[in-house]
């Protein structure tokens, strides 16, 4: 059994905004998988030729236990290549290097993602 989202009061909403990204992702033409780590897994890599991100999707980062658990997947990830976590949160929770997008703010270009 595979358990991605602890949090039963948000588990649809995660799974339909996983994939409103990832349709879009590839609307964009790029490359998308999902990241297997050694202590988990990453949402999506994101490839572009040979330039790529990290991003985890959370439907809102309403606690510090919700907050670290996304952030955290990123942890085993020793690649410099840039990390997000988007989310429908306006507040912006960027830390350690990992950037928090505004999921509808990704979706309608008012932000958008770097790869490397």
Not at 33 to 59: L, N, R
Not at 62 to 85: H, L, M, S
């Amino acid at each position: 059994m595979r358990l991605i989202n602890t949090d039963p009061v948000h588990v649809d909403e995660t799974f339909f905004l996983e994939n409103v990204v990832y349709n879009e992702l590839l609307c964009r033409d790029y490359e998308v998988y999902v990241g297997k780590t050694y202590k988990g897994e990453v949402d999506f890599v994101v490839m572009d030729g040979g330039k790529k991100c990290f991003i985890q999707v959370a439907y809102l980062l309403n606690g510090t236990q919700t907050i670290k658990r996304e952030f955290d997947a990123f942890r085993p990830i020793n690649d410099a290549a840039p990390k997000y976590v988007l989310s429908l949160d306006r507040l912006n929770f960027s830390r350690d290097g990992i950037v928090h997008l505004n999921i509808l703010d990704f979706l309608q270009g008012r932000e958008s993602i770097v790869l490397t």
